[in-house]
DNA sequence: AGCCGCATGTAACTTGTTACATGATTTC
DNA sequence: GAAATCATGTAACAAGTTACATGCGGCT
């Protein structure tokens, strides 16, 4: 059920339509939860049969109409409960490492490739989030912002969190392609 | 199918029954991959019908029979495919993070308390992924390990991830306890 | 003319989770 | 005497993935 939590989460920052949810999945929640468009449309139909969010059609000219959804009060006491309860411990998933730890002699060209292209990507994330963070702090020092108590609190943690994960992987990435001989 | 992958990459290291793997994955694999027991013997009953493993019975004294996994050449060709393969994006989902960002002045004081609890469970890995990590080494430095190119560089390699990863997360609890004001 | 972005959806399928069941032995 | 460990499994359910479908408007 914690597809129905982050998507709560993501409602209190204000109205989004499924599409828009899947934008944000994509960039700011990426930090912590990763859903598909398709998730995203059966999940809010069923939170909307449960009551938790209620829908409204935004007419547009030149383009299809949107559904945009708004949290509910009971929408709010679910997500309420969920911030309080205990969390499930994470579960990682990477077929990259499956693939280094049953990496063989013949195939270490292939998987020198892979972490090549990892390396890309987590540096683009990396700079998307460091933008991100330069928007939040507003010139302040972190410590500053982090006394300041600011309502966007939460964001920043979880934001400083992906940074440091896109950080590791880039290291990691670097690691890896100085350890493996490169192809001839 | 990466379950499947995972499974055949740790049964390159050995036999090992449906209960083995379920340690296992508990501790060496839990780097970049995690099961439960259940979806362990499922895979396990199915790999063996697509003959990627032979099941033996090992009769044990005082203690319940088992059945033993060892791979086929077909599983080894399967693998093969697979380590060359481009690999998936990973999926992050972490509940503690959703309810970081759905924080609200009043769920602080239990939202600090998961955060310490997590610290804790991330010590503890850390110890133990330390431990290996000495045992891999076995008195070089990383730098002679990688060079020598041992056997186990995959494995020292995805644990270098991991330890990377929970020295993260210890940073960031720590973090977060720094920042969220203490209860009363 | 063809592709990309906007916007929502159905259907089939694969994975992952949770609860339950069994029964012997070892440890506190 | 109770709990933990060893060892395997069934069944029901929840969550996630993939393929397909529709149709307009703007860009190259």
């Not at 139909?45 to 409204?56: E, F, K, P, Y």
């Not at 009060?73 to 990259?96: C, H, M, N, W």
Request: charged share 30%; hydrophobic share 40%; aromatic share 8%.
């Amino acid at each position: 059920m914690a597809l129905r939590d982050a998507i709560l989460a993501a409602l209190t920052k204000g109205e989004y339509s499924g599409y828009d949810l899947a934008k944000a999945f994509d960039v700011t929640v990426a930090n912590f939860w990763t859903a598909t468009p398709q998730q995203l449309y059966r999940e809010l139909d069923r939170m909307h049969q449960d009551g938790l969010i209620v829908a409204r059609t935004v007419e547009q000219e030149k383009r299809p109409n949107k559904r945009t959804y708004t949290l509910t009060a009971a929408g709010r006491a679910a997500l309420g409960e969920f911030v309080v309860s205990t969390p499930k411990p994470i579960a990682i998933r990477d077929e990259l490492l499956v693939q280094v730890e049953a990496m063989t002699a013949e195939s270490v060209p292939a998987v020198r490739d892979s972490v090549a292209r990892k390396l890309e990507v987590s540096q683009a994330k990396l700079r998307r989030y460091e933008d991100r963070r330069e928007y939040l702090l507003a010139g302040r020092t972190e410590h500053r912002f982090l006394v300041e108590a600011d309502e966007n609190l939460g964001s920043y943690l979880t934001l400083a969190r992906g940074i440091a994960f896109e950080q590791e992987n880039v290291r990691w990435c670097e690691l890896v392609l100085d350890a493996l001989p490169e192809r001839d």
